[in-house]
């Protein structure tokens, strides 16, 4: 059972290039969210979808785009990277908005921007 | 708008001693809540949650939780901590947009 995957795990960037962070999951879960973990500061949502097709803004949005082309793939774009972003991304997927599915979270891919 | 608070940044507790960590929340009605556990270089494992119902909940690895509507809280307890709980703790709320809102976190130490 993969549950939620993240690649990579590991990256650094310098300043102004870009990236994409994958997610996948094999759940067939509807919702999904990318956040960021800053020590202090708990987890942040930056974008979620709630379906194929579908993405929303969340708490910390600056800076970062996603998409949604297949239920099971969310992509959190970098596209001008500032070291403001450097921080652990969390991907994160829940069966259903009802709100009493749990997330289910991959490992991280822990960013930093020099 | 919904919140989640956890006062305490770090807790540090000896090995086989009791165990409170404490959250409490913000929201119109009543909440959807959770406990998850993050070990160091891992993502976030659910320990447990409150939907309704009974307000004292089981969890795994012997934690439970109290949801108190009164005070708005939702406090993790275990009876006795071993040097594996050690870890990062994060309360979290589901409200009416259905997606998770997190506390900043508590550290757990653990003294031998």
């Known amino acids: 059972n993969a549950g939620v995957t993240q690649t990579p795990k590991f990256r650094v960037l310098k300043t102004g290039q870009s990236m994409t962070l994958l997610c996948a999951q094999d759940?067939?879960?509807?919702?999904m969210y990318w956040y960021r973990q800053d020590p202090g500061m708990g987890l942040r949502l930056i974008h979620y979808?709630?379906?194929?097709?579908?993405?929303a803004k969340g708490e910390v949005p600056d800076g970062y785009n996603v998409s949604r082309l297949k239920k099971q793939n969310f992509l959190l774009g970098l596209e001008s990277a500032a070291p403001s972003q450097t921080s652990v991304y969390f991907c994160a997927s829940s069966y259903s908005g009802t709100g009493d599915t749990e997330a289910f979270f991959g490992q991280g891919t822990r960013l930093t921007v020099v | 708008a919904q919140s989640v608070t956890q006062p305490d940044i770090h807790i540090t507790v000896s090995e086989g001693a009791s165990l409170e960590l404490r959250c409490n929340y913000s929201?119109?009605?009543?909440?959807?809540l959770f406990w998850y556990v993050q070990s160091p270089g891992q993502g976030l494992q659910l320990l447990l949650k409150?939907?309704?119902?009974?307000?004292l909940v089981q969890g795994i690895k012997g934690f439970e939780a109290e949801f108190k509507r009164s005070q708005s809280s939702f406090n993790l307890r275990k009876p006795s901590v071993h040097w594996s709980d050690a870890a990062e703790y994060f309360c979290?709320?589901?409200?009416?947009?259905?997606?998770?809102?997190f506390g900043r976190g508590t550290s757990l130490i653990v003294h031998p």
């Open positions: 929201y119109g009605a009543t909440p959807y």
């Open positions: 979290a709320l589901s409200g009416g947009s259905y997606i998770p809102t």
């Open positions: 979808s709630v379906g194929e097709g579908t993405t």
């Open positions: 759940m067939n879960h509807e919702y």
């Open positions: 409150y939907f309704s119902g009974d307000t």
